[in-house]
């Protein structure tokens, strides 16, 4: 296995703790450990006295049982927690890929989603969302790169860096076309319940595709990243035995303050996620007009759901922009060269409180370049 950086998370790794505005976050505003504690009343006594001792490998069945409520048709058995969601990526990837097979990624995408499929030494196809169909992938591509030997495919939405959420018709295509090949559906579905209309959202997966894995975490729509608690759903009993015993290699269970907190987050999750829409529909208005008075500047697809878009920059190279913007503002944007787009694209996070004010730096930083002569 030769695993190349991640790009995304490098350039995270040098900038997040260190720059006064992050423009380019892909998680909610989060939450203190008092904030959640404060849901319930006991709460805190109850985590004064959690057994701090090994958990269940599998994740607690109170966790567990939580997570399935998420689902229609999952019992908690049909649930495997991880440390966050990438590590349920990399071990559904170890657990059911072999080299030489073919997989099928949407892209752009969050890198491990196509980068340890390749590192396994399987044949990557990776399936194009593009800004002139307005981030839709187009099912008829995707049914044109099946291969006799393809054995996954990597789906995400709402979708990294786009916003893009599928329509229901192509989601059941999407579905239908993966059972009629037996081809495994991995769905990444760490945005869902950040639909801006709830009527747009989606069924997971795992409640319509009885192979298909869905991927889910607390970081993302609930705004808890540093529980690094995520899991899989799925009916796939054989490949969530396969995941749960590579999991004996990488984590055996998770953090047990984390279980607990995760569990108490989840029974309230409807007003977390609920309070992060809120917080993604005022920034995203302020963040609509800021694109409407640059038009010259950058080209944009408003998002149906999540905290994140991806604009084109217009006249001038992003990663350019993006450096001296955090060099003299420390406003951080995230290039889309760190997904390797080529289309001069950069991602914008919209779901944190201080976002009217880093939104202020930007506009300030181009004001000033437009009078000293840069861009409008
Ligand atoms: C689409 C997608 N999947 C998975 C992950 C990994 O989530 P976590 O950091 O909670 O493990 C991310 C993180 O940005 C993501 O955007």
């Not at 990624?105 to 593009?130: D, K, M, N």
């Not at 008829?140 to 990597?154: G, Q, V």
Request: glycine share 6%.
């Amino acid at each position: 296995m030769q695993l190349t950086p991640f790009k995304l998370e490098r350039y995270f790794a040098r900038y997040e703790f260190n720059v006064k505005y992050l423009l380019c976050s892909s998680d909610c505003e989060s939450l203190s450990v008092g904030d959640l504690l404060a849901f319930e009343p006991g709460a805190e006594e109850g985590l004064k006295h959690h057994w701090l001792g090994y958990t269940e490998s599998s994740g607690a069945q109170s966790l567990r049982q939580e997570i399935s409520r998420i689902y229609t048709g999952i019992q908690p058995e049909q649930v495997l927690v991880h440390s966050g969601a990438e590590e349920a990526i990399f071990l559904f990837m170890h657990a059911v890929l072999q080299p030489g097979d073919h997989v099928i990624v949407h892209w752009p995408c969050y890198q491990s989603l196509f980068e340890i499929a390749r590192s396994i030494g399987c044949e990557v196809t990776l399936w194009e969302a593009r800004l002139e169909n307005r981030w839709a992938p187009d099912l008829d591509e995707l049914k044109h790169s099946l291969r006799s030997n393809t054995h996954a495919i990597i789906v995400n939405t709402p979708h990294n860096p786009t916003g893009y959420l599928m329509p229901q018709a192509d989601y059941q295509a999407l579905n239908a076309l993966a059972q009629k090949h037996g081809i495994l559906l991995f769905s990444d579905e760490v945005y869902r319940e950040l639909e801006y209309d709830p009527a747009d959202r989606l069924p997971s997966a795992c409640d319509i595709n009885p192979s298909a894995v869905s991927l889910g975490v607390m970081s993302k729509a609930y705004g808890l990243a540093g529980l690094r608690i995520g899991w899989v759903a799925t009916h796939n009993a054989p490949v969530q035995e396969r995941m749960a015993a590579l999991k004996d290699y990488t984590t055996i269970c998770s953090s047990a303050p984390s279980e607990i907190l995760a569990e108490l987050a989840l029974r309230h999750r409807g007003q977390i996620a609920g309070r992060n829409l809120q917080i993604i529909h005022n920034n995203l208005s302020l963040l609509d007009a800021f694109f409407a008075a640059h038009a010259e500047s950058f080209e944009w697809v408003l998002p149906k759901a999540g905290p994140i878009a991806f604009p084109r920059l217009v006249g001038e190279d992003v990663e350019k922009l993006c450096n001296q913007l955090v060099t003299s503002s420390g406003v951080l944007l995230l290039p889309g060269t760190m997904y390797d787009h080529p289309g001069n694209h950069f991602r914008v996070g919209f779901a944190r409180k201080n976002m009217p004010q880093a939104l202020g730096q930007l506009e300030q930083f181009l004001d000033a370049r437009a009078i000293s002569g840069g861009l409008a």
